[in-house]
């Protein structure tokens, strides 16, 4: 049974074009037309990106709380030294000059320390400036961080008094800045070190996916090649288990298709090679049957030709013009029986070289007065390939002949035919293949756009490809029309083998 074998071409899944949303078409260019590899490295880096603002909201939700008890825990030991302070300074009895002399104290944080006289005149302060280091580190705390990590602002006064009268004022204000620089600093360091380990892990992730996803290009590769009819090629096994048997599903695949194609192609020669059996029987037929018929009729038109001239002036010359008709008529019924059976199947095939049977061909164009001139080229040739190619070979050749100069105008035709061994298949396999290359040139006026093809290229292309071969007609650049035509040598062998077997085998 003939397998049905077309081009593999990709379906159309989902909507059309015309009834595709907004959306499809954002999610097709954003995401669906990206590669596997692209959506992994993008789903990580989303899947960071939202780890990465989880941590952020938590890191500040908790630099938060702990400013705002930092600062109270200052708060309270400051205004206890102060307290005390003050407490020291009464029992001492010194005057208000001496309340300058208050604060005695290091390392103050998140708080600040004024001392006002009952006037509100500020007598010192602790701090009393801020270190070079300290305000740097503050002033590269962007404003909109220190904004996410504002506390509110604790004030605290404590006055001083000395029996029933008060010497001044002590103002204790909790300050977030350094707690907040020191939470930055800590932030900063940490966002540097994932950004590391997350650019490390992205690149480790790129090349793991490459190479664990490499057998899927493989696999892409491999269907395009599928797609154009090359069934010869088999994927290497990857190492990824999931991937073998997709791969090795790939390959049983390749092989039926190319098992379905062999078959098809046997099918077809086989078909070709019954309907050249066919032309060569009814070609000996016409040769064997109608030739001494025809050579019998001359025969009884000379005997009749000479009995007319034996019969009376009138009657022998009424006798003699229907004798010439009918030897015209006999003429023509001859040149008609020659023509068939050189287009049946050229009596040269298979008793001459193949060279020397295309060298006849173009030498009966010139002597029928063909228009124009040829030129013949021949490679490598064996002195028959098979019934087959030769005599597609030949056909290809007189009808290529035939369209330059029927339809061409052409006055220059350069024929060329040789074997030649081309590589065949898809990439993975590189496959050569023996094969006859039949190419005819002109110098006509070549083929209009549009030009539907006639009824003998279309049969000589049908043939061509019922055999395997390849068939291009165009029209160079430098004018004119290029034929070019492929047939396969080795399967043709392989066909004639098995043929040979079978006929051996009684089939």
Same mark, same amino acid.
């Given at each position: ?239 990824? %288990?999931? /991937? ?8 049983? #695949? $390749? +092989?039926?298709? =190319?098992?379905?194609? &062999? @078959? ?77 059976? %050189?287009? /049946? ?8 070289? #193949? $060279? +020397?049977?295309? =060298?006849?061909?173009? &030498? @009966? ?143």
């Amino acid at each position: 049974m003939k397998h049905e074998i077309g081009t593999l071409a990709p379906a159309g899944l989902g909507l059309s074009p015309a009834h595709e949303t907004m959306s499809s078409r954002v999610a097709r260019r954003l995401w669906n037309g990206r590669s596997i590899r692209w959506q992994l490295l993008a789903t990580f880096l989303l899947i960071n990106l939202a780890a990465g603002i989880a941590a952020a909201v938590t890191v500040i939700y908790n630099a938060q709380r702990a400013t705002e008890i930092e600062i109270a825990a200052s708060m309270e030991v400051a205004e206890r030294f102060v307290r005390g302070s003050i407490g020291h300074l009464v029992q001492a009895g010194d005057r208000p000059p001496a309340i300058e002399n208050l604060l005695q104290i290091s390392n103050l944080r998140h708080v600040r320390i004024q001392v006002f006289d009952n006037d509100g005149d500020l007598l010192s302060s602790l701090p009393a400036a801020t270190s070079t280091d300290e305000s740097e580190e503050e002033s590269e705390v962007p404003h909109w961080f220190s904004a996410l990590i504002k506390v509110e602002d604790l004030r605290r006064e404590v006055p001083i008094v000395s029996g029933n009268q008060r010497l001044g004022t002590v103002l204790l204000v909790g300050e977030a800045s350094d707690e907040v620089a020191e939470v930055w600093q800590d932030v900063t360091d940490l966002a540097i070190v994932a950004i590391i380990l997350n650019l490390t892990v992205i690149g480790a992730l790129y090349l793991a996916l490459g190479r664990v996803l490499h057998p899927l290009t493989d696999v892409s590769r491999g269907l395009c090649d599928l797609e154009e009819g090359h069934f010869r090629g088999h994927l290497a096994r990857p190492k990824v %288990r999931e /991937l073998q048997q997709i791969v090795d599903r790939f390959n049983a #695949l $390749a +092989d039926h298709l =190319a098992a379905a194609k &062999a @078959d098809n192609a046997r099918i077809n020669r086989r078909l070709v090679t019954i309907q050249d059996d066919e032309r060569r029987q009814v070609a000996m037929e016409l040769h064997d049957e109608l030739g001494p018929c025809v050579f019998g009729i001359r025969s009884k038109i000379t005997s009749l030709k000479r009995l007319a001239g034996s019969l009376p002036g009138e009657a022998a010359e009424k006798i003699r013009k229907r004798v010439d008709e009918l030897g015209e008529i006999t003429e023509k019924i001859r040149a008609m029986n020659r023509d068939l059976l %050189r287009r /049946l199947r050229p009596m040269a095939l298979g008793n001459a070289p #193949l $060279a +020397d049977v295309i =060298a006849g061909l173009l &030498a @009966d164009f010139e002597r029928h007065g063909a228009p124009c001139s040829f030129s013949l080229e021949t490679g490598r040739l064996a002195r028959s390939y098979g019934d087959c190619i030769d005599l597609t070979a030949y056909r290809c050749i007189q009808e290529g002949i035939t369209n330059a100069i029927q339809h061409g105008q052409a006055d220059y035709v350069e024929v060329r035919l040789l074997e030649e061994t081309r590589p065949v298949g898809n990439g993975f396999v590189p496959i050569a293949s023996a094969q006859l290359l039949c190419m005819i040139r002109d110098n006509g006026r070549g083929i209009a756009p549009g030009t539907p093809a006639g009824f003998g290229l279309t049969g000589i292309e049908e043939r061509v490809r019922a055999i395997g071969g390849s068939f291009s007609i165009t029209n160079p650049l430098e004018g004119g029309t290029l034929l070019d035509i492929s047939l396969p040598l080795e399967e043709q062998r392989q066909f004639a083998t098995g043929s040979n077997q079978q006929a051996r085998g009684g089939i």
